[in-house]
């Protein structure tokens, strides 16, 4: 069966400092992997995704996430945050062919201090 | 483009009581999923459609869970009797057809059930 974990729950930062937000999966067949962000009160809104190609994928908000087959990670980077970063950040992955049955971690709540 | 809309954005109802949300897809989106998204956790997905059929709903619990998409459009879901720990925040969320296209989330149901 298909898991994720992100191994923090909360991250704090001060802003225009950079940030790694961290994310392992397990899963026994090739995967699809997203990062979606989620601001209080709101749904989710896909930052980047991995279907294959390139292990470095670019997302919105100057985010970018690097997939890493032998560690089974997919770690979020920010070299310059914000204070609207701020919010909850979740990691999530599905079977290959399946962009919408999503399997999500716990989230990591990002807290950018001034 | 109007995004996915779903109603109410609050409910608080005592428990035993039944209560229903409502989610308006994207236009020309066949793929529809309802998760629900328990405090401090990531989303769970609990069915999935594709036009007006329920291809996935293995994490429904259908004893008190009941779902309908009526001509594909617009979908309900309902609960009844609810019980205190069916407060979560439901999540609506759709796709063009098929599950290989992203998934775009609405603003969900936050229910509270006292």
């Known amino acids: 069966a298909q898991s994720v974990t992100q191994l923090d729950s909360q991250v704090p930062v001060f802003e225009e400092a950079p940030v790694e937000l961290r994310c392992n999966y397990s899963?026994?067949?090739?995967?699809?992997l997203f990062w979606y962000v989620q601001y209080p009160n709101q749904g989710l809104q896909l930052l980047l995704k991995?279907?294959?190609?390139?292990?470095l994928v670019k997302g919105i908000n100057g985010f970018e996430a690097e997939f890493n087959k032998s560690q089974t990670s997919f770690h979020l980077r920010k070299p310059s945050v914000h204070i609207s970063d701020t919010a909850e950040y979740f990691c999530?992955?599905?079977?290959?062919?399946?962009?919408?049955?999503?399997?999500f971690g716990k989230g990591t709540k990002l807290s950018v201090k001034p | 483009e109007a995004g996915v809309v779903q109603s109410p954005r609050y409910k608080i109802i005592e428990k035993k009581q039944p209560v229903a949300f409502w989610c308006n897809p994207i236009?020309?989106?066949?793929?529809l999923y309802w998760y629900r998204q328990n405090l401090g956790q990531g989303p769970e997905l609990l069915i999935r459609?594709?036009?007006?059929?329920?291809?996935?709903d293995s994490q429904l619990p259908k004893d008190r869970f009941s779902a309908e998409r009526l001509k594909g459009v617009d979908s309900t879901l309902k609960i009844q009797p609810a019980e205190l720990g069916d407060s979560a925040v439901y999540l609506c969320?759709?796709?063009?057809?098929?599950?290989?296209?992203?998934?775009?989330f609405g603003q969900g149901t936050r229910l509270t059930v006292v």
């Open positions: 999530a992955v599905s079977e290959g062919g399946s962009q919408g049955n999503l399997i």
């Open positions: 236009s020309g989106h066949n793929t």
């Open positions: 899963s026994s067949v090739s995967v699809y």
């Open positions: 991995y279907l294959s190609g390139s292990t």
């Open positions: 459609y594709e036009n007006e059929e329920a291809v996935d």
């Open positions: 969320a759709s796709s063009l057809e098929g599950s290989d296209t992203e998934a775009f």
